[in-house]
C-alpha cells in the first residue's frame, strides 16, 4: 500500500521552462512534506520542504504547493536548467519529520 | 565539511554471512536514519534512532539490527545476510525529532548478496 504515489516515472523539459513534478499521498495524517533531489552514486539532497498550515513555500527558482483537500502536492521549477536533471523524490511525514515515506521517484531530463 | 559519512561504498557477501555498515555525521544532529532503496522504489525506513541511547523500528527492520554508538555513528548489522538484502543503503541524520527538520544523506552503500 504505498501513502506517497510519484504516478510520472519521467519527464522531460526543455531549458528554460517550467517543470513541474506532482506526488499525490493517501494519509491523511501526514503533516510535513519535502522533495529531494537525487544524482547518480549520491545521496539524496534536500531542496524544499512544506508543513500541513502552508499551501506554498518558495526558495529561489522552486516552488513547492500544497493541496490538503486533494492530498496533492507539487514542484516547481522555473527557469529549467540542465543541472537539474535527476530524480526527485517526494517525501512525508506524520511525526515531525520522522519517519519519512517516500515516492518512487520521477527522473527529470532537462534539455538544452 | 563531511556531513554523512558512510563506509564502505561498496560490497559484495555470500549469503549467511555478516556485515556492519557504518554511518558518522559531523553536524551534531540528534537523529539518525537507515533507509534503504531497491530498483524503482523509494527509499524505505529500516530503523532510526531519535536520540542517543534509543533506537526505533522503521518500516522494514527485519534481518537487521542497529546500534546508536554516540551522538555521532549509528551502525545497522546484517546478522545473516540474504539475497533480499541486496540494496542501496542510506544513512540520514537530521536536527530535531520534534520539531520539522529535514534529513541530511550520505552517499550510500551499495551492497551485493550473492
Known amino acids: 500500500d504505498q501513502q506517497v504515489k510519484q504516478n510520472s516515472p519521467s519527464l522531460s523539459v526543455q531549458e528554460g521552462r517550467i517543470s513541474i513534478l506532482n506526488c499525490d499521498y493517501t494519509?491523511?495524517?501526514?503533516?510535513?512534506f519535502l522533495w529531494y533531489k537525487k544524482y547518480p552514486a549520491e545521496g539524496p539532497t534536500f531542496l524544499i520542504s512544506?508543513?500541513?498550515?502552508?499551501d506554498k513555500n518558495e526558495d529561489g527558482r522552486f516552488t513547492v504547493f500544497l493541496n490538503k483537500s486533494a492530498k496533492h502536492l507539487s514542484l516547481h521549477i522555473v527557469p529549467s536548467q540542465p543541472g537539474d536533471s535527476a530524480v526527485y523524490f517526494c517525501?512525508?511525514?506524520?511525526?515531525?519529520?520522522?519517519?519519512?515515506?517516500f515516492g518512487a521517484g520521477t527522473i527529470l531530463r532537462v534539455k538544452s | 565539511n563531511a556531513g554523512v559519512t558512510q563506509t564502505p561504498k561498496f560490497q559484495v557477501l555470500k549469503t549467511g554471512q555478516s556485515m556492519t555498515l557504518q554511518c558518522a555525521q559531523d553536524?551534531?544532529?540528534?537523529?539518525m536514519y537507515w533507509y534503504r532503496q531497491d530498483p524503482g522504489m523509494g527509499l524505505r525506513l529500516i530503523y532510526y534512532?531519535?536520540?542517543?541511547?534509543?533506537?526505533d523500528k522503521g518500516e522494514v527492520p527485519n534481518g537487521y539490527n542497529v546500534s546508536r554508538l554516540n551522538k555521532r555513528e549509528f551502525s545497522l548489522r546484517l546478522e545473516s545476510a540474504a539475497p533480499s538484502q541486496t540494496s542501496v543503503y542510506f544513512c540520514?541524520?537530521?536536527?530535531?525529532?520534534?520539531?520539522?527538520?529535514?534529513?541530511?544523506f550520505g552517499d550510500g552503500t551499495r551492497l551485493s548478496i550473492l
Open positions: 540520514a541524520s537530521s536536527e530535531n525529532p520534534r520539531d520539522n527538520q529535514p534529513q541530511h
Open positions: 512544506i508543513s500541513s498550515i502552508k
Open positions: 534512532s531519535a536520540s542517543e541511547g534509543t533506537t
Open positions: 517525501a512525508a511525514s506524520a511525526e515531525y519529520g520522522n519517519k519519512l515515506v
Open positions: 553536524m551534531n544532529h540528534n537523529s
Open positions: 494519509n491523511s495524517m501526514f503533516d510535513y
